[in-house]
């Protein structure tokens, strides 16, 4: 199957292809491209969107949207994806550590709906579904191999291959790449390269009653932290971190190491249905990556999602930051064509990459410097404490994770009050010249951890001085 809904004409290319003419051609059906294709459509604009696999895909990735997300998808219109696939409210977070857990609930006001978890197929399915009720979207099934120059400044569109294995061009005013995680384009529009920070392993616990229903579960253990969310009524998605650079592979021995390792930090209530799950091996990997944001502006092309930007994925903000790019991009988009200004859709798209880190940095900044604190004993100990006390210690940080705000300033108060918390601590409980050495060392892997992911995000100028001048202090 080539084209599956043929809503406009075809003519041949000066080459001899098929050619298909369009206002917007994105590429890749994901939730990105699927949410800004049934955005843009909404608004009656022309859209071709070619995805190379329309089918519901089993994967273990993008299970839990922040309350964050849900409101972007909200702003688009478009929150009836949530419905119809057992999806399920979550409310907040339990953490574990050392036989200790606290609970701490998402600040959701009166203008924010609980997170949701969900089946990452169903989900998307959902949204690609939105795509056959409008007459301006034609979904192509294809695979883009090449994205079209007119000349080196300016992209008029791809090219793609049919199932059948014939090439047809699609000439676009603007062309939006969002293929995802492996994406084949990147490199031509992000000048920064992207790299695999470890592994997620992935289980399916079946028939689990959690420890806090309704609530996303972190365990910071001494082997490795994991994850536990609901994703359907009776069953809950479990996530186990395995740094590296090289996948951990599945085997008996990967199985036993699993469950003798990992049983003793899970409450009892988990402990059947996780032996089960590893028993049944339905387990798989996933490499979590770190990209940056470093925009190539050439005329007629922007990428979105995770084509242009990951982060560690523990806390949960990578369907956020894309569904919030789908908003900040679609909008400009839709105002551009209803002034009928499109011609100058290039100036869109740079105000669209110069305000993204106000928007998503908060979230990126968070995920990678979470996932830092996580694998430091005495960090992780001090913001396990720090959040314990509760009130605004508790609810802004959580604020934070859930994308309910994106202040960045704020972020950066509360990592830094976690790191002279645990100093404090740390001093209060025997003050000697050796606590004060371990103090300053602690605050000092903080400030190394968290300084690349700061200067990353367009950081003020008085923050960069703060960090030029941290840098006299801890050099890495
Ligand atoms: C282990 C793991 C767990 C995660 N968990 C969460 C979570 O709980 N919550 C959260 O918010 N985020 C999570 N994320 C991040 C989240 O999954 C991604 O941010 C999200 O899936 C990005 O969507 P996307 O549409 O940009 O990319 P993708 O989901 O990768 O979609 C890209 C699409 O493009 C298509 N495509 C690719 N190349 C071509 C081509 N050449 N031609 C045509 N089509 C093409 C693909 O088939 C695919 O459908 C997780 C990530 C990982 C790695």
Known sequence: ??????????????????????????????????????????????????????????????????????????????EQVLEGIDAQPVYGYS???????????????????PGMGFRNG???????????????????HGNVTELVYENEQKISGVKYVTEEG???EVEAALTVVCDGIFSRFREQLNAERHRVTGFFAGLVLENVTLPTPSYGHV???????????????????????????????????????????????????????????????????????????????VEGAVLIGDALNMRHPLTGGGMTVAFTDVYQLGKRIIDYYQHGIFETIDQAIQDFYSSKSSHTGSINILADALYGVMSDDELSEACFNYLAQGGHYASEPVSLLSAISRNKKLLTKHFFAVAWFGAWKKMKKSFSIQALRESYFMIGRATILVRPLLLAEKPSWLMKQLLAFSNLLYKK
């Open 122 to 140: 169903k989900f998307v399915q959902n949204i690609r579904s939105l795509l056959n009720e409008l007459t301006s979207v034609t979904r192509i």
């Open 166 to 168: 014939k090439i047809v």
């Open 219 to 297: 365990f910071i253990t001494d082997q490795t932290p994991f994850l536990v969310y609901p994703i359907t009524s009776t069953s809950a998605r479990m996530l186990i971190d395995f740094p590296g650079e090289q996948p951990p592979r599945i085997t008996d021995e990967f199985r036993e190491m699993l469950k003798s390792k990992l049983i003793h930090d899970m409450p009892e209530i988990l402990r059947p249905a996780f032996i089960q799950a590893v028993e049944e091996g339905k387990i798989k990997i996933m490499p979590n990556h770190k990209l940056n944001v470093k925009p190539i502006l």
């Open 1 to 78: 199957m080539e084209v599956l809904d043929r809503k406009i004409s075809t003519t041949i290319s000066s080459s001899g292809n098929e050619k298909i003419q369009t206002q917007v051609c994105i590429v890749g059906g994901g939730l990105t491209g699927s949410s800004l294709a049934t955005f843009l459509g909404k608004q009656q604009i022309p859209v071709v969107i070619i995805e190379k696999d329309w089918n519901e895909v089993d994967r273990i990735v993008g299970e839990l949207l922040q309350p964050g997300g849900v409101q972007q998808l909200k702003n688009m219109g478009i």
């Open 95 to 113: 953490i574990f550590r050392k036989g200790k857990s606290i609970q701490v609930a998402y600040p959701l006001g009166d203008d924010f709906s």
